[in-house]
């Protein structure tokens, strides 16, 4: 068929030389596009043995191409006890061509990888073919006995080589380990010692057969809660920041709304609506990783002064959120950038008012919390004398409107309406501010 194949690209390609030049070019392009096929196909591989009765290409057994590495093919399989196969292309050609098959010992779920030009590890069968362990599983007190292997328990491979269990609701002193269904080593167990639930929840388990240095605790696995409890500030609505830069952000099945800032003119925040659990809006009730937000919680839905947000895997929202004046990170972490002017989301010097405030004097740098978002600005804000910082937050019969808090002259009884102006006293309807405090004039 191969030799078939050139022959038929050789003689299209010498008749085309005795063609107008219009004929020529596609009697060219037909002949690229045999030549083209016939390289495509030669680079199709399958896994053949005794699970298929060793026929070749079939397609539930069709090896998929690494994009990270072009010699390189896997495929996720169940395999019975004792399964002996080997890998062999579309042209019949056997991987490896002399070499026995390679055999599994224990019925379960396995990655076959292939290297089709062959390598020198020796942990691969014949340079060839190497076969991952996917049998992984939290056992513990959970279920019935620690041999019990649930289904709702398998971890799964992703890309980075790391196994993960996302949002397992685990009870309180539930204990558990990583496990292995196959192997014998150490009875399959993985991780120095038994890990402790320690409040009733939501968690998602990291798991490196080969151990990571930075799970000290663990040693081979790493354990997330995956419920925030956020402290909130209640003026009215509760309020606060949060970021967090692996995980995305699903918000609570209460009144709450997230938001982010992406502008200020003079003495006015813009801000954007990114999700919420009102159906009434376009909104997800998620939020991406990476964005740093404020969040606004009816009164009603706040218990204990906090608000439960839940983590998600990244990736859940993938939406990209552009222009947002909030930062934050991860850890303890100190504000930086030239020329910019920094504000938290805290109380007054006396504590009489709420809102976004210089975290340092001037506002210079200062040192934020981790998962905290401070407000960065490119310019100080035009302010009426005395004025230092902000007072800006959604809900309060008005939304995206900053007002003015005076810091140096809190009892001076001075009025303001809402573009920062000094007025003897209000004349229309309207929202004002006087000493710091807001007031509805009707």
């Given at each position: 068929m191969l030799m078939r194949t050139i022959k038929i690209v050789l003689s299209l390609a010498r008749a085309a030389m005795r063609l107008s030049a219009t004929t020529r070019k596609a009697a060219a392009v037909l002949a690229l596009a045999m030549f083209s096929g016939l390289a495509i196909n030669a680079t199709d591989y399958y896994l053949v043995g005794t699970m298929n009765d060793w026929t070749n290409q079939q397609a539930g057994y069709k090896l998929t191409q690494n994009p990270d590495n072009n010699k390189e093919y896997y495929i996720d399989v169940t395999l019975s006890a004792n399964a002996e196969f080997?890998?062999?292309?579309?042209?019949?050609?056997?991987?490896?061509?002399?070499?026995?098959?390679?055999?599994?010992?224990?019925?379960?779920?396995?990655?076959?990888?292939?290297?089709?030009?062959?390598?020198?590890?020796?942990?691969?069968?014949?340079?060839?073919?190497?076969?991952?362990?996917?049998?992984?599983?939290?056992?513990?007190?959970?279920?019935?006995?620690?041999?019990?292997?649930?289904?709702?328990?398998?971890?799964?491979?992703?890309?980075?080589?790391?196994?993960?269990?996302?949002?397992?609701?685990?009870?309180?002193?539930?204990?558990?380990?990583?496990?292995?269904?196959?192997?014998?080593?150490?009875?399959?167990?993985?991780?120095?010692?038994?890990?402790?639930?320690?409040?009733?929840?939501?968690?998602?388990?990291?798991?490196?057969?080969?151990?990571?240095?930075?799970w000290t605790d663990y040693g081979s696995f790493f354990v997330q809660y995956m419920t925030v409890h956020l402290r909130v500030a209640v003026e009215g609505y509760g309020y606060a920041t949060y970021y967090v830069s692996n995980y995305d952000v699903e918000l609570p099945n209460k009144d709450i709304k997230a938001y982010i800032v992406t502008d200020v003119n003079g003495t006015t925040l813009t801000y954007n609506l990114i999700a919420d659990n009102d159906n009434t809006t376009e909104q997800p009730n998620t939020v991406p990783a990476g964005t740093a937000i404020l969040l606004m919680v009816a009164a009603t839905d706040i218990t204990d002064k906090k608000v439960?947000?839940?983590?998600?895997?990244?990736?859940?929202?993938?939406?990209?959120?552009?222009?947002?004046?909030?930062?934050?990170?991860?850890?303890?972490?100190?504000?930086?950038?030239?020329?910019?002017?920094?504000?938290?989301?805290?109380?007054?010097?006396?504590?009489?008012?709420?809102?976004?405030?210089?975290?340092?004097?001037?506002?210079?740098?200062?040192?934020?919390?981790?998962?905290?978002?401070?407000?960065?600005?490119?310019?100080?804000?035009?302010?009426?004398?005395?004025?230092?910082?902000?007072?800006?937050?959604?809900?309060?019969?008005?939304?995206?409107?900053?007002?003015?808090?005076?810091?140096?002259?809190?009892?001076?009884?001075?009025?303001?309406?809402?573009?920062?102006?000094?007025?003897?006293?209000?004349?229309?309807?309207?929202?004002y501010v006087k000493d710091g405090r807001k007031f509805v004039i009707k």
């Open positions: 080997k890998v062999q292309d579309n042209n019949g050609y056997w991987y490896p061509a002399d070499g026995s098959n390679k055999k599994v010992s224990k019925a379960g779920f396995y990655r076959i990888y292939f290297n089709k030009d062959g390598q020198g590890d020796q942990s691969w069968h014949y340079g060839y073919i190497y076969v991952k362990d996917l049998n992984f599983y939290l056992v513990g007190s959970m279920n019935s006995s620690w041999d019990v292997f649930d289904e709702k328990y398998r971890l799964t491979l992703g890309d980075n080589g790391e196994f993960y269990l996302f949002n397992v609701n685990l009870s309180e002193g539930v204990e558990f380990k990583v496990r292995s269904k196959i192997s014998e080593i150490d009875g399959g167990y993985y991780g120095s010692k038994n890990y402790v639930v320690g409040e009733t929840g939501s968690y998602s388990v990291y798991f490196r057969p080969e151990g990571n240095s930075a439960d947000l839940t983590l998600k895997p990244k990736g859940t929202d993938n939406r990209t959120i552009t222009g947002n004046k909030l930062y934050g990170s991860d850890s303890e972490t100190t504000t930086s950038g030239d020329n910019y002017y920094y504000y938290k989301l805290t109380y007054s010097d006396n504590n009489d008012n709420f809102g976004w405030y210089w975290g340092a004097t001037g506002g210079a740098a200062f040192t934020s919390p981790a998962h905290k978002a401070w407000l960065a600005l490119p310019t100080l804000p035009t302010l009426p004398s005395g004025t230092r910082a902000f007072l800006s937050l959604p809900g309060d019969d008005f939304t995206g409107i900053a007002t003015i808090e005076n810091r140096q002259q809190n009892a001076d009884n001075v009025w303001y309406d809402l573009n920062g102006r000094r007025i003897n006293a209000p004349t229309t309807k309207g929202i």
